[in-house]
């Protein structure tokens, strides 16, 4: 395995290297320094960015209960195949029952007093405003009634379509508040795959919406797919300090892929904006982060020492 830099040159372009061994001075100097010469290419190259992340679909779903209360039973595990309607978990109903039971009734009077108030205004007992009271009442205790059973409707949780159970975030008997996920499922590979990685904000800048990636699959067999970048985040993730870029894989043969395996990919065409070389890594002296420099030569037989700037790192393979 070979390491190589890429370099960034600030002063000097080296398009004269010679592959020719260096050889000393005529005068026979005793502090010449026998050295082999390298001819570097590979000005105007572009560069690329890799980066591991984690697969996923783009409609998985947090599941979670309308009303808060006390979870009655969970009738699926992480792993099971689900279908769009199914029964996925459910809450006590002693409660929510009450609720609905208390707005039913209190529907119930105001529909009574509504229509003793109508009587009365025939006879020209009640004044209008008394009869417009009522009215206004009645449509308030129906609406409230109709909220309640709503709420109870979303008091058990059904498949919202075909697909698999990712995760189980609750247990029976566990007293949630309304909203907090209890399962998060993805379609039956309906839906497309991403693999979701995080880069520093050097890389986000450097690469754009429709470049070229390739991902590595090592679970299965080093498995090689064609991707693209179809979404960079516009914000820095929090905890991991890293911008979230997803990669869409486009490649058809996705039979094996399952959310949260890892993987890994390169991107290519990520252009370096300046002219760069690569060169060997034990050529750089002095390197102190990104400045180092190296030595040069146009006749093969002396030698200059020139400044770069590095540019990054990369490793090729022998």
């Known amino acids: 395995m ?4 890429l370099l960034s040159f600030v002063t000097v ?18 502090n010449s320094i026998p050295v ?29 209960f309308k009303t808060g209360g006390i979870i009655s039973n969970i009738y699926v595990k992480e792993g099971d195949a689900v279908r769009k309607g199914q029964l996925l978990a459910s809450l006590h109903l002693t409660e929510i029952d009450a609720q609905v039971s208390q707005l039913q009734l209190a529907y119930e009077k105001a529909q009574r007093d509504h229509q003793r108030t109508q009587r009365l205004y025939a006879d020209s007992v009640a004044t209008l405003e008394q009869l417009q009271n009522t009215n206004t009442a009645l449509q308030l205790a129906a609406q409230q009634l109709n909220s309640a059973r709503f709420n109870r409707s ?21 007293l949630v508040n309304a909203g907090t996920p209890i399962l998060q499922t993805n379609g039956a590979g309906s839906g497309a795959w991403y693999l979701r990685i995080g880069v520093s904000d050097k890389d986000w800048a450097a690469m754009k919406i429709g470049d070229n990636a390739e991902v590595t699959v090592q679970v299965l067999s080093g498995a090689r797919l064609k991707g693209q970048v179809s979404r960079k985040a516009e914000g820095i993730d929090a905890q ?7 990669i869409k894989i486009i490649d058809k043969q996705t039979k094996g892929l399952a959310a949260g395996m890892f993987g890994q990919c390169s991107i290519a065409s990520v252009p370096i904006t300046q002219k760069s070389w690569r060169v060997p890594y034990d050529a750089v002296l002095d390197g102190n982060g990104s400045d180092g420099f190296v030595f040069v030569t146009s006749d ?14 990369e490793k090729d393979q022998c």
């Not at 372009?13 to 005793?30: E, G, Y």
């Not at 290419?41 to 560069?47: P, V, Y």
């Not at 698999?164 to 566990?174: E, F, M, P, T, W």
């Not at 991991?240 to 997803?246: A, I, L």
Request: some cysteine; glycine content about 10%.
């Open 13 to 30: 372009i080296l398009a004269s290297c010679s592959s020719a061994p260096a050889t000393p001075n005529t005068n026979k100097d005793q």
């Open 300 to 313: 093969g037989k002396t030698a200059r020492k020139v400044p770069v700037v590095i540019a990054g790192i």
């Open 36 to 64: 082999k010469v390298l001819t570097i290419g590979g000005s105007g190259e572009q560069g690329s960015i890799v980066a591991s992340g984690r697969f996923t679909t783009d409609d998985e779903t947090d599941l979670s």
């Open 154 to 174: 979303y008091s058990s949780i059904h498949a919202p379509k075909d697909g698999y159970v990712l995760h189980k975030l609750a247990n029976a008997g566990q």
């Open 240 to 246: 991991s300090g890293t911008f979230t870029v997803d």
């Open 2 to 5: 070979k390491q190589f830099i």
